[in-house]
């Protein structure tokens, strides 16, 4: 079982930069594909970036160019760099694992964290 923990959100203005950690338990994490997922009020959780074993990375069309997602295998940990951020940006950002081929859907990963919340002012 793998425990998820995410950290580093908060308030910033329109073009600002945050970054999202995620600490995971067990020492097991390099087998899990890992990916970041989000919610804003009255949506769906949507997928946002993930990353693979070997580290092949895969982005919504939405974030290309802007956000970017790492992998520390030595620390459990999984990253979400995020720049040139927009109000549109704006939700709960959840980290997630799992053992599919793709991480872009949200029944496919198997751990969730609790979410870390990211406020984009105009």
């Known amino acids: 079982q793998v425990q998820l923990v995410e950290s580093g959100g908060g308030l910033v203005q329109a073009g600002g930069s945050l970054r999202l950690s995620c600490a995971a338990s067990?020492?097991?994490?390099?087998?899990?594909?890992m990916a970041w997922f989000r919610q804003a009020p009255g949506k769906e959780r949507e997928f946002v970036a993930g990353?693979?074993?070997?580290?092949?990375?895969y982005y919504a069309d939405s974030v290309k160019g802007r956000l970017t997602i790492s992998r520390d295998n030595a620390k459990n940990s999984v990253y979400l760099q995020m720049n040139s951020l927009k109000p549109e940006d704006t939700a709960v950002y959840y980290c997630?694992?799992?053992?599919?081929?793709?991480?872009?859907?949200?029944?496919?990963?198997?751990?969730w964290g609790k979410g870390t919340l990211v406020t984009v002012s105009s």
């Open positions: 990353i693979s074993q070997s580290g092949s990375t």
């Open positions: 067990g020492r097991t994490f390099f087998r899990y594909i």
């Open positions: 997630a694992a799992g053992r599919t081929e793709v991480p872009d859907s949200a029944s496919d990963m198997r751990y």
